[in-house]
T-cell receptor
Framework: DAGITQSPRHKVTETGTPVTLRCHQTENHRYMYWYRQDPGHGLRLIHYSYGVKDTDKGEVSDGYSVSRSKTEDFLLTLESATSSQTSVYFC???????????????FGEGSRLTVL | QKEVEQDPGPLSVPEGAIVSLNCTYSNSAFQYFMWYRQYSRKGPELLMYTYSSGNKEDGRFTAQVDKSSKYISLFIRDSQPSDSATYLCATPGLGGSYIPTFGRGTSLIVHP
C-alpha cells in the first residue's frame, strides 16, 4: 500500500471555525491532490500541488486554501467552515512523470468532516 | 457537461451474474482510460486501465473502449459479493497536466 496518511480521520466542528486537514506521504511523489466526495457529485478536485510551494486550483476551490512546504506534507485549510463543506475529503498522490503513462493516483483513507 | 459521465446506480445483481458498468466521455483526445474501485469508507484504488480502443482482460474483469462512440465499459464475470463497491471510470490528464477526470461512480451491489 502507498504510504499516505490523512489526519484527522473524523472531525466535527462548528460553522465559522477554521479547520486544517493534513496529508502525509512517504512515497516522495511529486503530485498531491485534495478531493472531496459527495453523493451525486463523485470526486471533485479542490486543489493540487505539483511540487513544494507549487499549487493550483481545482474545480471547487472556493473556501479552501492549501500549502505544501515539504514534499511529504500537503495541508488543506478551511478558513471559516460552512455546512456546505461537510463532506469526505480524500488526499491522493501520483508519480506523474514521463514514465507513468496513466498517472495512477493513490488515495488515502479519507477524512470525514461534519460542519454543524 | 462533465467530461466523463457515469450512471450512479445503484446496480443490484445476484451472485454469479455478468455485470456491465459503463461510462461515456466527451473529449476525443483522451487516450487512456482507467477504472478505480472504491469499497465503502475507503479510498479508491486502481483496478485496471486500458489504452485507446479494444479490450483488456484481467481475471474476471474486462475493460473495453469504443472510441467511435466514446464509450467505456467494465465487465465483471461471475460476480461475487466481494465485488460490491463503487466503480469509477477515469481518464488521465491531457497535455502532461496529470489532472485526471473522474466519473461520478456507479454503486454495485452483488447479493448472495
Amino acid at each position: 500500500d502507498a504510504g499516505i496518511t490523512q489526519s484527522p480521520r473524523h472531525k466535527v466542528t462548528e460553522t465559522g471555525t477554521p479547520v486544517t486537514l493534513r496529508c502525509h506521504q512517504t512515497e516522495n511523489h511529486r503530485y498531491m491532490y485534495w478531493y472531496r466526495q459527495d453523493p451525486g457529485h463523485g470526486l471533485r478536485l479542490i486543489h493540487y500541488s505539483y511540487g513544494v510551494k507549487d499549487t493550483d486550483k481545482g474545480e471547487v476551490s472556493d473556501g479552501y486554501s492549501v500549502s505544501r512546504s515539504k514534499t511529504e506534507d500537503f495541508l488543506l485549510t478551511l478558513e471559516s467552515a460552512t455546512s456546505s463543506q461537510t463532506s469526505v475529503y480524500f488526499c491522493a498522490i501520483s508519480e506523474a512523470d514521463l514514465t507513468s503513462l496513466t498517472g495512477e493516483l493513490f488515495f488515502g483513507e479519507g477524512s470525514r468532516l461534519t460542519v454543524l | 457537461q462533465k467530461e466523463v459521465e457515469q450512471d450512479p446506480g445503484p446496480l443490484s445483481v445476484p451472485e454469479g451474474a455478468i455485470v456491465s458498468l459503463n461510462c461515456t466521455y466527451s473529449n476525443s483526445a483522451f487516450q487512456y482510460f482507467m477504472w478505480y474501485r472504491q469499497y465503502s469508507r475507503k479510498g479508491p484504488e486502481l483496478l485496471m486501465y486500458t489504452y485507446s480502443s479494444g479490450n483488456k482482460e484481467d481475471g474476471r474483469f474486462t475493460a473495453q473502449v469504443d472510441k467511435s462512440s466514446k464509450y467505456i465499459s467494465l465487465f465483471i464475470r461471475d460476480s461475487q459479493p466481494s465485488d460490491s463497491a463503487t466503480y469509477l471510470c477515469a481518464t488521465p490528464g491531457l497535455g502532461g497536466s496529470y489532472i485526471p477526470t473522474f466519473g461520478r461512480g456507479t454503486s454495485l451491489i452483488v447479493h448472495p
